[in-house]
Every structure is written in structure tokens, then in C-alpha cells.
């Protein structure tokens, strides 16, 4: 199976400042279509988890272009380029290019 | 808008059955792949399984032999059994789709507790 290694596994940001959260697979998500299997989502506290972002750096519908995502085979990033206090949950990556679908442990980010 | 509801018990005992269906509103289940993912106290999310609107299925190795997800097409919706159930199934447990295997909407989750 994959694994999937977030860092950090929690973070405080001020708000308006910039957040980053890595993940890292042990083993490539380049399919032979050229695509990147990897998707980020995150669960806000009450809440069921939502897609952020799909296939390495497409947003899903709705959300803010203050997220992106980007990586090359084994490592992504998600980045928050302006973190509001709506962001407050906790973010997953996930693998898709391969079953089983394996998450990431997950990243906290809280509010400063 | 494609909405989803989790319904079934929320206690069931060790050994037994878990039994839950996923009601699909505002679309056809016939146009995507449907998964159910759990998320137990303490512990990030686990993929249990998903179902293509053919009927095609995949389970997580790790609990391939107690899973069964069926697609009900007449009902709009799709279920999942998990047999002989542990304390360690004690879990909320969420349905999810997508038009690829991102799970692009979900439903509110269900919390299933396992005990005597």
C-alpha cells in the first residue's frame, strides 16, 4: 500500500499570512496518462470533509484561488497563499492512483 | 445540486452487521462512482470501498472480507454491510461520489458505535 506522510501535523497562522502543508508519497502518483493522482481535502470542525483539490492542482467548484496545490511524482504542497479564519480544520491529501485510496494523517491548521 | 444522506442504526452489537444506505437526491446514481469512508475517534479517514454505477466494485484489502456495497439503481441509492463488526468499526461513517474517484461531494456522516 501507499503511505501518505503529511508535515506538519499542525499549524498556527495569523490570519492574511500564508500557510503550506506537505505531503509525501512513498511511491509515485505519475499514471501513465501524465496525470497526478493526489487530492487535498479538508474537514472544518462540524463538518464532513470537502475536495480542495484534485489531480494535483485543480480547485474543485467553489473554491477560493487563494489555495493551490502543486508537486511533482512524490511530493505535493498546499498552500493557502492568505489564510482566513474560515480556514480552521483539518486538511488530508489523499492518493488516488492506485487502490486501496490512502489518506494522508492529516494537518490541523488553527488561527493565531 | 447532487445531495447525499447516511441512514441506519447507530449501535449495533459485536459480531453483528453494520448495515447503511446512502440516499442520492438532485441526480442519478447511474453517472458516478460511489465510496463509503469511515472515520474512527482519534484516527484519520479509511476508504472502505467503491461502487461504478455498472456494478463494478473495489474493496480496501483490509476489510475486503467483511465488505459487501450494492447499488440499489430503482432507489437512488447504495449500501454497505460490514460483517462481524469489532470495537474497532466504532466510527463515523461517511458515503461520498464523484464523477472520478475524487470524492467531489459527501454526505453529513453517520456515527456507528459497536458495543454490547
Known amino acids: 500500500d501507499y503511505v501518505m506522510t503529511q508535515t506538519p501535523l499542525s499549524l498556527a497562522v495569523t490570519p492574511g499570512e500564508p500557510a503550506s502543508i506537505s505531503c509525501r508519497s512513498s511511491?509515485?502518483?505519475?499514471?501513465?496518462?501524465?496525470?497526478?493522482?493526489l487530492d487535498w481535502y479538508v474537514q472544518k470542525p462540524g463538518q464532513s470533509p470537502q475536495l480542495l483539490i484534485y489531480?494535483?492542482?485543480y480547485r474543485a467548484s467553489g473554491v477560493p484561488d487563494r489555495f493551490s496545490g502543486s508537486g511533482s511524482d512524490t511530493d505535493f504542497t498546499l498552500k493557502i497563499s492568505r489564510v482566513e479564519a474560515e480556514d480552521v480544520g483539518v486538511y488530508y491529501c489523499?492518493?488516488?492512483?492506485?487502490?486501496?485510496?490512502?489518506f494522508g494523517q492529516g494537518t490541523r491548521l488553527e488561527i493565531k | 445540486q447532487v445531495q447525499l444522506q447516511e441512514s441506519g442504526p447507530g449501535l449495533v452489537k459485536p459480531s453483528q452487521t453494520l448495515s447503511l444506505t446512502c440516499s442520492v437526491s438532485?441526480?442519478?446514481?447511474?453517472?458516478?462512482?460511489w465510496s463509503w469512508i469511515r472515520k474512527s475517534p482519534g484516527k484519520g479517514l479509511e476508504w472502505i470501498g467503491y461502487?461504478?454505477?455498472?456494478?463494478?466494485?473495489f474493496y480496501n484489502p483490509s476489510l475486503k472480507s467483511r465488505v459487501t456495497i450494492s447499488l440499489d439503481m430503482s432507489n437512488n441509492r447504495f449500501s454497505l454491510k460490514l460483517n462481524s463488526v469489532a470495537a474497532a468499526d466504532t466510527a463515523m461513517y461517511y458515503c461520498?461520489?464523484?464523477?472520478?474517484?475524487?470524492?467531489?461531494?459527501w454526505g453529513q456522516g453517520t456515527m456507528v458505535a459497536v458495543s454490547s
Open positions: 511511491q509515485s502518483l505519475l499514471d501513465n496518462d501524465g496525470k497526478i493522482y
Open positions: 461520498a461520489g464523484g464523477r472520478v474517484l475524487a470524492f467531489e461531494m
Open positions: 489523499m492518493q488516488r492512483i492506485e487502490f486501496p485510496i490512502i
Open positions: 461502487i461504478y454505477h455498472t456494478g463494478s466494485t
Open positions: 438532485g441526480g442519478s446514481i447511474s453517472s458516478f462512482y
Open positions: 489531480t494535483l492542482s
